[in-house]
């Protein structure tokens, strides 16, 4: 599984202008889009789910590691897809998900997490120790980070020797990424991207061999209500850091949103590996929104999630500011997507079903033009199954295809 991506990072590293996306999302519409994208593209694809998301105790999407691979693999095979084009990564693996109880117990917690993580079957995986645990300051110092790392890669190693690691973490502050004198995201500087690598390979030893990517901070960022976008032009020297080291590449998180062609201009600034997650239930909403549009009572949808969302707003109430009329906008179309919480919910199951057996007949052309973008609706005819889902697949795949952008020598 990891020879595919080794070999990515090989290619980038020698200059060429190739990188994996790295979709990090359990939405069933999201995961059989992006697979049916990379099976007609005949390209490799990175499905990833993070510690909070998927663990031992369930996660906030109820599945364990092994669930999410059969989760997964379960869409590919309905879908005629082949599962080898599949690699399964974990996101933030450490002791998030348990940091309010001491480092001891949130270690230990995350010792099993790893483990069946690796067991079930994920290759790539991205060790993130960063965040203090009860008693500890909220972000630790590199030797701190790589050391409890080491110690969860070590876990990793006893399991399977087909891992490759990502260390690093470049994740914005509570209430977002804090911007420049002139609007622009900071990027990591290479000395302290170096010291981050350099703390890992002195803690991991013998299993350094075993890292193939560090997350940085390119310049590419969102806030709830608008995108950072990444200067084209401007280069932060971030591969110098990655000099001693040929097989490692660089991973740019929060590359959602971004104008197309950064995605090419990433690989070529060293980062083999992209992720995106949230631009693409952002992408779902908008579909499932356009379709309620259309429907004889419109927005019928819509104001269910509301209600769902205001009946359990821990979901994204410290996450955005403002007015009672901008929280409403931000709580249904922020950048954020917190809404992608609240899927799953009945109430938010039952007005999906509602509105897909509403729609169920062909709708014609002139009404799909005024809600959807052409682009999008000559996506749709090129898929297969019911108008209803090519929409939304359509949507979606317009929103993750720019990763997938011709790769050059």
């Not at 931000?330 to 729609?359: C, F, T």
């Not at 052309?365 to 809600?371: A, E, I, P, Q, R």
């Amino acid at each position: 599984m990891t020879d595919v991506l080794r070999d990515i990072i090989r290619r980038n590293r020698a200059g060429q202008t190739v990188a994996i996306p790295s979709v990090c999302s359990a939405h069933p519409d999201v995961v059989r889009a992006s697979l049916g994208l990379a099976e007609r593209l005949d390209r490799h694809v990175v499905i990833e789910a993070t510690s909070n998301q998927v663990n031992q105790d369930g996660g906030y999407i109820g599945q364990t590691p092994h669930d999410f691979i059969r989760f997964v693999n379960d869409l590919a095979d309905d879908a005629g897809i082949d599962r080898t084009r599949i690699i399964f990564g974990g996101d933030h693996l450490g002791p998030q998900a348990w940091r309010a109880q001491n480092a001891d117990a949130a270690m230990a917690k995350a010792e099993v997490m790893v483990r069946d993580y690796v067991a079930a079957g994920f290759g790539k995986i991205h060790l993130d120790c960063s965040e203090g645990c009860a008693g500890d300051p909220a972000q630790l110092e590199d030797e701190i980070t790589a050391s409890r790392s080491a110690r969860l890669a070590r876990i990793c190693c006893e399991v399977s020797d087909d891992v490759l690691f990502v260390v690093g973490t470049e994740v914005p502050p509570p209430g977002g990424a804090r911007a420049d004198e002139n609007g622009d995201i900071p990027p990591t500087s290479p000395k302290a991207a170096r010291q981050t690598l350099i703390a890992h390979d002195a803690a991991f030893g013998d299993l350094a061999e075993n890292i193939g990517g560090l997350v940085v901070q390119p310049g590419v960022e969102f806030s709830p209500a608008a995108v950072h976008h990444m200067p084209k032009s401007r280069d932060p020297k971030l591969l110098s850091a990655l000099a001693d080291h040929p097989r490692v590449c660089l991973e740019a998180h929060s590359t959602d949103y971004q104008h197309p062609d950064v995605f090419p201009r990433l690989a070529d600034l060293g980062f083999a590996f992209q992720k995106v997650g949230p631009a693409l239930t952002f992408a779902y909403r908008e579909a499932l929104y356009a379709l309620d549009q259309l429907r004889p009572t419109p927005g019928a949808l819509a104001a269910v999630m509301e209600d769902v969302m205001c009946s359990a707003p821990e979901h994204w109430q410290s996450h955005y500011n403002g007015d009672d009329v901008t929280l409403k906008t931000l709580r249904h179309s922020g950048l954020a997507d917190r809404i992608r919480y609240y899927w799953p919910h009945e109430m938010a199951q039952d007005a999906v079903k509602a509105l897909r057996d509403e729609m169920s007949a062909p709708i014609p052309d002139s009404k799909l033009m005024t809600v959807f973008e052409k682009s999008v609706l000559d996506r749709a005819e090129g898929l297969r199954g019911a108008q209803i889902d090519r929409l939304i697949h359509a949507q979606i795949e317009t929103a993750l295809a720019p990763y997938f952008f011709k790769e050059t020598a």
